[in-house]
């Protein structure tokens, strides 16, 4: 944040994406989080992923360089495929400030495998997607903490 005159200047990106999972075990998931965890920690980028066998969402927040940065590497990074972005948003606090990436076993994913295939996530707007990291966030258990 940098003040501009008496206006305060925010750069608090939040980006929300969907992929597809490639191999997913248990092994790759806790490589995914602790890549995630390490380079979130050293670029102030903040979230939550929420995962299971056929989907990735994850929220990030930071700073608008380093999201996109972050992104790019995920996009790159072969164990994701279909790498969509569903939400891309200025915001003046962090949702999941707390957390270098919060993991959510799917707890708060309340859609079917074939709902998803279906392309449920097509459908939402964007006030549904945010809505429900809003509940991951008040939710959030410390068990699934950093």
């Known amino acids: 944040m940098r003040t501009q005159g008496a206006t305060i200047i925010t750069d608090l990106t939040q980006l929300i994406y969907v992929s597809q999972p490639f191999g ?35 929220l990030l927040e930071g700073p608008s360089e380093r999201i996109d940065a972050t992104f790019t590497r ?43 295939a279906d392309g449920v996530l097509d459908r939402l707007s964007p006030i549904e997607i945010i809505g429900m990291f809003e509940s991951v966030s008040r939710n959030a258990r410390p068990e699934h903490a950093n």
């Open 74 to 116: 995920i996009s790159h990074d072969d164990r994701h495929l279909q790498v969509n972005t569903l939400i891309r948003r200025q915001v003046a606090d962090r949702m999941f400030g707390n957390w270098a990436m919060l993991h959510d076993p799917v707890e708060s994913l309340i859609w079917t495998k074939e709902q998803i």
């Open 24 to 58: 997913y075990e248990s092994m790759i998931l806790s490589g995914i989080l602790n890549d995630a965890r390490r380079c979130n920690l050293r670029d102030d980028i903040t979230g939550a992923l929420i995962c299971r066998h056929d989907i990735y969402l994850q």
